[in-house]
């Protein structure tokens, strides 16, 4: 495959891509980056971009490579990316609860429907019904993927 850079160019095991997700949920903790880098990664961008014709935000927009959705109170949102090439599409998405996951798929259609669009609501609603998640992860028991 040709490589994309930064354009497409991450090759990851859906584990992978959750435990990078898992890796952004805490920003004053994280081992990835500085918290006012991932303030500035979710940030919205300046108007008039992303704004409503009163002036105020949209539901959504997109930040600095994650679209993101403010949800409950201030500072709370929902993130997510797409990715896609032919023959594959990949949704990655952190809840604000914490909650991330990682879907790929084999094929990419030639329409406008894209599968994240029937695939996205059904986990949301799957995670909203769970009422006890465990205290323990497993990512130990999956080995990172090495290209």
């Avoid at 949301?124 to 497993?138: I, Y």
Wanted: hydrophobic share 35%.
């Amino acid at each position: 495959m040709e490589s994309m850079d930064a354009h497409g160019g991450w090759i990851a095991s859906a584990v992978d891509l959750a435990r990078f997700a898992a890796a952004l949920h805490d920003p004053d903790h994280g081992p990835l980056q500085k918290p006012q880098t991932i303030q500035t990664m979710h940030a919205p961008p300046e108007p008039p971009v992303s704004r409503n014709e009163d002036g105020s935000l949209k539901d959504h927009y997109y930040g600095c490579g994650w679209l993101v959705r403010p949800v409950g109170k201030e500072g709370k949102a929902n993130y997510w990316h797409t990715g896609s090439l032919p023959g594959t599409y990949t949704l990655l998405v952190r809840r604000s609860d914490g909650v991330s996951w990682a879907v790929l798929f084999n094929q990419r259609s030639d329409d406008d429907k894209l599968p994240d669009s029937e695939i996205d609501p059904a986990l949301h609603r799957a995670a909203s019904a769970v009422t006890e998640w465990p205290k323990f992860d497993l990512f130990s028991q999956y080995s990172r993927l090495d290209p």
